[in-house]
């Protein structure tokens, strides 16, 4: 499958470039995108992680799992939606609490995606 050939790639950008491209915040490009139903699963991630993240414990902690998440398929919240348990998607950014790392609700949620056909 598709995990065989999977390539993410960390890069820390100044923060003008990441004001730039990532509107002032850490964001991923992703390349070679399918199976886009509910979720987008990619063959290559570029994770773009702005300088001033990465040198402020534990944003930095938070910010590198956040955009993993979006590896793996994990959506954006809607600004304040803030489910019971949370997780590594939903942060201060969206109006919630940060986690630095992943919660039971992400791991059910990536079992869930796993199990889609094409996955």
């Keep these: ?3 065989l050939a999977y390539r993410l790639i960390n890069q820390v950008v100044s923060n003008a470039y990441s004001d730039q491209y990532c509107g002032g915040t850490s964001c991923q490009y992703t390349l070679y995108g ?10 290559s991630s570029h994770q773009m992680l702005r300088q001033s993240h990465m040198q402020s414990y534990p944003l930095q902690i938070h910010v ?7 590896a ?4 954006d919240p809607v600004f304040g939606d803030c489910p019971s348990g949370g997780s590594i ?3 201060q950014h969206y109006g919630c609490t ?4 992943p919660t039971l609700n992400d791991r059910n ?3 869930v995606i796993a199990g889609q056909p094409g996955y």
């Design 34 to 43: 399918y199976g886009c139903s509910p979720s987008c699963h990619y063959q």
């Design 64 to 70: 590198v799992n956040h955009e993993t998440g979006h």
């Design 98 to 101: 940060d986690y630095y790392f």
């Design 89 to 91: 998607m939903h942060s």
């Design 72 to 75: 793996f398929g994990f959506d």
């Design 1 to 3: 499958g598709w995990q």
């Design 109 to 111: 949620t990536l079992t």
